[in-house]
DNA sequence: TATTTGACCAAGA
DNA sequence: ATCTTGGCCAAAT
């Protein structure tokens, strides 16, 4: 499979206002969802496991509204080897995570 | 068209 | 703190 044209108009809100997170900002699904006008949460995790555009829509910046880290490339573990990697990339960025949370959630939120 | 499935959420026990 | 339950809604099957 070289090209999949389906799922255009939901994804691409979500990934255009993912976009705007910046560097050192998270934000949830449950935003993300919000901002778009849905309230599809869960369709936002799916939204970002399909995700085709790796480099562009910063997915590790998604987390779960109670301050886990939640999945990342198809993992949901957060042991995994992916989240781990997830919480590096979280860390390089500037963000502090401790015991699989985020510090500070509430105010490394990024705002719509 | 109908059913099932989630990188979810919130409230209870 | 952990587990269950019901709700949510787009995508996949």
């Known amino acids: 499979m070289i090209f999949n044209f389906k799922m255009q108009t939901f994804n691409q809100r979500i990934y255009s206002l993912l976009?705007?997170?910046?560097?050192?900002?998270?934000t949830t699904y449950k935003a993300l969802a919000e901002a778009a006008g849905t309230r599809a949460y869960r369709a936002v995790g799916q939204a970002m496991r399909c995700n085709p555009y790796a480099p562009v829509v910063p997915c590790h910046r998604v987390v779960k509204s109670d301050g886990n880290?939640?999945?990342?490339?198809?993992?949901?573990?957060?042991?995994?080897?992916?989240?781990?990697?997830?919480i590096g990339m979280l860390r390089k960025e500037g963000l502090e995570i401790r015991n699989k949370r985020i510090v500070d959630f509430e105010k490394v939120l990024f705002g719509f």
């Open 19 to 26: 976009k705007k997170v910046p560097k050192g900002k998270v």
């Open 69 to 86: 880290i939640g999945g990342f490339a198809g993992s949901i573990n957060p042991d995994s080897k992916e989240i781990k990697r997830k």
